[in-house]
């Protein structure tokens, strides 16, 4: 009853409100067909349609203006672009381009103006079809034409002084540009400013902007500002910085020649790598005069006795004369450099007013500014050139054993005829490229001129050891083997800092890794050639292996630091004192495949400041970037650990004093560490100490895990050129079946040789071409096994499916004859002789091996043979028939040495040793008229240098009853010596 009644009140109550609403609607019904309400309406009509017209009045006005705006800005502009276009420009054009310029800038910067309000709105237009993109980021284009029209404005106003140089002819123009500039030192701040303002507007560029709408045809180009203007930064940054030194760098006031040392890294030298040729590049007015570069070798005047040979040259490298390309053994560039200058002056050198060291990596980046680069006579090289495609041109295939440093010389003066024509687009990479090679000192430079050195000076451009108050480190190697094996060497830098409560270090402990990845397997993958002639502490003696790694490393320490232990090296610590540094120095030595670690504690000795640590780290020059781990650790058990590399010169600060923070911004890594690559010696170590400990199953699974059985793999090398044959032999055994490739196979075929099991070296090497039938090392291996076996024939098949067989060849010939292992060396030579009989190399060693036997056994009959062979191949070839006919002489057959010999000076006539020859078998015949001719024609043909001729020519007047002629003869040898004892007694025989 209670529901049904509150039910029934409630529609009562409805009714009675629908009646009000429906009388509350008729009377405003009535009220606004009234005529005051009507009056009213139309007002607020009339207002609200004036309003709208009125704005869009002025929203046309704004569009109209905007676009006004926009269109002369792009007039002006396509008017200044193409005043600046006229071929050949000159100052009137720029002046035009740099007006125009300023005009298209004014309009930019009203249009970025009349948008200002309405960049809110513009920026949330985006989801507008086909336009939307650009509208949003019209405010962004805006803020990039205003600033780019005061970087025009800029630029005009600092180089309008330079625009006469555009009225001389081209040769003249940048000397005479700068001479302009020089007059009144031009404010650079401003240009860097406005280029920097620039940059940091085209980040605000959203990129769907510039990929739809009516950029869009453009994108590819505009994303080039990408890179450009952070390149135009840095080479302006640049261009400020060295322009106080411009003057003795282009030789401004009077030429300038610099000595430039090209070295290289992968034969790791103090300074950047071993000084492999030598150039000289004098520059006048700004432009080139002369480049003459040489091949190091060729400058071989030693250091005058008493000099400061650096003693491990003599006993390392077992070197006996300091030469001009080992001149720069001190990491401080500038004591090398003059230390270099010296060298050059012994060789008769001009003198330079300063010296440039460059190494490949340096050459490496300059190529990447250009498209291409034509070196005459060897090709094009692009811009995407490795080092790796480069040394095609310099061990090209085919070549026989040494490297071609004359493709260097080519490549030098085709760069500096390039960077003389490089594009206005190239010169902002040029100019990157420059400061990203100085400052990862791949160039170090040292100049004559004190104010113009201070430049380099002031930004470590110079190459020195940087003097600090700072804790100080640097490690220095000098690869003193002749293997070249640097591209294979991994090396890790480790520094655990011990602070004492405030802040300064107590102790340092210095870990040094090395891992050489070297094998013949991996080095096929290279066309860099390396060899391995180490010297080995223990035995005393230089040591033939393939890809060792000899290297004498120092390490430069704060001056009053304090070495306490040397752990891992081949030596002990060799402490020293050098330029303002504590050193210690030791030798090292790294099979193929191993993995050494040096461990040194030292006490730096050097107080904190404030609370804080301070550590400078310099990387050696021509090292890429090492990895370097910073381990610190306070007095109260905190640790800090920070990874880095040694990409450039580092500098840490850690505040100490209330925990350890720290307060320098940790650079990013080199492409190349990336942090997989860095994790791969850890991970391989710790299946290593499984495997020592016997847990061989869990050591399989860690390196599976972690990919780094190819570094097992290495350690199999390891202990073989250890001498530990059975233990190499287990680890490849367990793991042969993880093998991806014929690595491993190829390794037991190798271990297997060591054995002088040649049957299972060759099926081991079946097996490796089996797993991977492109591997030319493995077809070599099992060639070389058949013909050590006496199965020449299938020896020759085998190479002759090889790509090149006869450098693969000729570099283990050359091998083999530069440690005197002739026998060997003669064995390959045959096999090169198999394949190509005139193979010139080849037919003149094996000549050499057969002459040193006849000598030895006194049986010329087989060199007999030999020359008459090859005269066949040859005839009438001088050098043969003069072989042939010493020969004949020693067998005692002067009638046909006689009949070669005349063919020789036939065919030769300005043979002096032959028409020698020739006398001498005359006179034995008893010829005495055809032979005092025959030795006269000798001592015209070489009257200053042979002593021997004119003693013959004496003793054959003496024999003729001529003393006169014979005294004439011996005083003529006395000009040349005037201690020549045979002449003397003969003079004082015939009486004076």
Request: with cysteine; hydrophobic share 45%.
């Amino acid at each position: 009853m209670a529901v049904e009644s509150a039910i029934t009140a409630t529609g009562t109550a409805l009714t009675l409100n629908r009646s009000r609403l429906l009388m509350v609607f008729c009377q405003m019904i009535a009220l606004n067909n009234s005529p005051a309400v009507h009056r009213r309406s139309r007002r607020r009509w009339r207002r609200f349609l004036w309003g709208l017209g009125i704005m869009l009045v002025l929203v046309g006005g704004w569009v109209g203006s905007a676009v006004w705006l926009a269109s002369s800005a792009y007039n002006h502009l396509r008017a200044a672009q193409a005043a600046a276009q006229q071929s050949p420009l000159n100052a009137t054009y720029a002046g035009v381009a740099c007006a125009e310029g300023r005009a298209a800038g004014a309009a930019a910067r009203r249009l970025r103006t009349v948008l200002l309000p309405a960049t809110p709105l513009l920026r949330q237009l985006g989801w507008l079809p086909r336009y939307g993109a650009t509208l949003a980021g019209l405010p962004a284009l805006t803020d990039v034409g205003a600033a780019g029209a005061n970087l025009s404005a800029a630029a005009c106003d600092l180089l309008a002084p330079a625009f006469v140089a555009l009225d001389v002819p081209a040769d003249q123009r940048l000397g005479r540009a700068i001479q302009a500039l020089s007059a009144q030192p031009p404010d650079w701040s401003r240009l860097q400013a406005a280029l920097t303002h620039l940059d940091i507007a085209w980040q605000t560029v959203p990129p769907a902007t510039l990929q739809s709408g009516p950029l869009a045809p453009f994108s590819q180009q505009l994303q080039r500002l990408n890179t450009l203007l952070p390149d135009a930064r840095t080479s302006l940054d640049l261009l400020a910085t060295l322009w106080p030194a411009t003057p003795v760098l282009l030789g401004l006031d009077r030429p300038t020649t610099l000595l430039v040392a090209a070295q290289n890294p992968f034969e790791l030298r103090p300074t950047g790598g071993f000084i492999g040729s030598i150039a000289t590049l004098t520059v006048g007015n700004a432009k080139p005069q002369q480049l003459d570069y040489r091949n190091s070798g060729s400058l071989n005047v030693p250091a005058p006795a008493g000099s400061e040979f650096p003693q491990p040259y003599a006993e390392y490298l077992r070197g006996s004369q300091w030469l001009l390309r080992d001149a720069n053994w001190w990491p401080d560039w500038e004591r090398s450099a003059r230390t270099l200058e010296t060298f050059w002056e012994l060789n008769d050198g001009a003198p330079v007013d300063g010296v440039v060291a460059v190494d490949l990596y340096a050459l490496q980046e300059f190529l990447g500014v250009f498209e291409t680069l034509d070196v005459p006579g060897y090709g094009l090289i692009t811009a995407t050139a490795t080092l790796e495609s480069i040394y095609t041109f310099y061990e090209p295939q085919g070549s026989a054993t040494t490297s071609n440093k004359a493709f260097l010389g080519a490549l030098f003066a085709a760069s500096l005829g390039r960077i003389q024509t490089a594009t206005p687009a190239e010169l902002p990479r040029l100019g990157a490229a420059l400061s990203r090679s100085l400052a990862a000192r791949h160039i170090s430079v040292y100049l004559h001129d004190p104010a113009a050195h201070g430049v380099f000076a002031a930004q470590g451009w110079d190459g020195a050891l940087r003097t600090t108050t700072a804790d100080y480190l640097q490690v220095v190697d000098a690869d003193l083997a002749y293997s070249d094996v640097q591209a294979f060497i991994d090396q890790q830098l480790g520094l655990d800092v011990q602070l004492d409560a405030a802040g300064s270090a107590i102790t340092n402990t210095l870990t040094i890794t090395y891992s050489n990845r070297y094998d013949d397997w991996g080095a096929e993958q290279t066309q860099h050639q390396v060899y391995g002639y180490c010297y080995n502490v223990q035995k005393r003696q230089q040591e033939r292996v393939a890809g060792c790694y000899g290297t004498y490393v120092r390490v430069y320490l704060p001056p009053n630091a304090a070495p306490l232990s040397l752990a891992g090296a081949d030596t002990a610590l060799e402490p020293a004192f050098e330029d303002q540094h504590s050193v210690v120095g030791f030798y090292l030595l790294v099979y193929p495949g191993q993995t050494r670690t040096v461990t040194l504690r030292y006490r730096p000795q050097v107080a904190a400041a404030a609370g804080q640590y301070r550590l400078v780290v310099q990387k050696q020059a021509g090292t890429l970037a090492r990895p370097f781990t910073l381990n610190v650790r306070s007095a109260a058990s905190q640790s800090l650990n920070v990874q880095s590399d040694l990409w450039h010169d580092t500098e840490w600060t850690i505040q100490a004093s209330s925990g350890l923070q720290l307060q320098s911004a940790v650079p990013p890594l080199h492409p190349s560490n990336s942090p997989e690559r860095l994790a791969v010696q850890g991970q391989w170590a710790k299946g290593w100490q499984l495997w020592q400990a016997g847990d061989t199953a869990a050591a399989l699974e860690q390196w599976r895990s972690s990919n780094t059985i190819p570094a097992a793999l290495d350690q199999v090398v390891a202990l073989r050129w250890q001498g530990e044959i059975e233990r190499a032999q287990h680890l490849l055994s367990a793991l042969d079946p993880y093998a991806v490739d014929g690595r491993a196979s190829f390794l037991a075929g190798q271990l297997a040789e060591s054995q002088a099991d040649l049957a299972a070296a060759r099926t081991a090497y079946r097996r490796a071409l089996e797993r991977s039938p492109a591997s030319q090392v493995a077809r070599l291996a099992l060639a070389l096994t058949h013909d050590r076996s006496g199965d020449q024939t299938a020896a020759l098949a085998l190479l002759r499916t090889m790509r090149d067989p006869l450098q693969a060849l000729h570099r283990i010939r050359f091998d083999a004859w530069y440690v005197q292992d002739y026998a060997y060396a003669d064995q390959i030579n045959q096999l090169i002789l198999a394949l190509d009989p005139q193979d010139a190399v080849a037919l003149d060693q094996r000549y050499v091996v057969l002459r040193g036997r006849a000598v030895d056994t006194l049986s010329w009959q087989t060199v007999v043979s030999y020359t008459t062979q090859v005269l066949a191949m040859l005839p009438n070839d001088p050098q043969w028939l003069q072989r042939r006919s010493e020969a004949y002489g020693s067998r005692q057959l002067p009638e046909l040495a006689l009949a070669d010999l005349q063919a020789v000076t036939a065919l030769s006539p300005t043979n002096s040793l032959a028409w020698f020859q020739l006398g001498l078998i005359y006179r034995s015949q008893g010829n005495l008229d055809a032979a005092l001719a025959a030795l006269e024609t000798a001592t015209t043909l070489d009257a200053e240098h042979s002593i021997a001729y004119y003693v013959v020519l004496g003793e054959t007047y003496e024999i003729a009853d001529q003393p006169s002629a014979a005294r004439s003869a011996y005083q003529a040898a006395l000009r040349i010596d005037p201690d020549h004892e045979g002449s003397r007694t003969a003079l004082a025989r015939l009486g004076d």
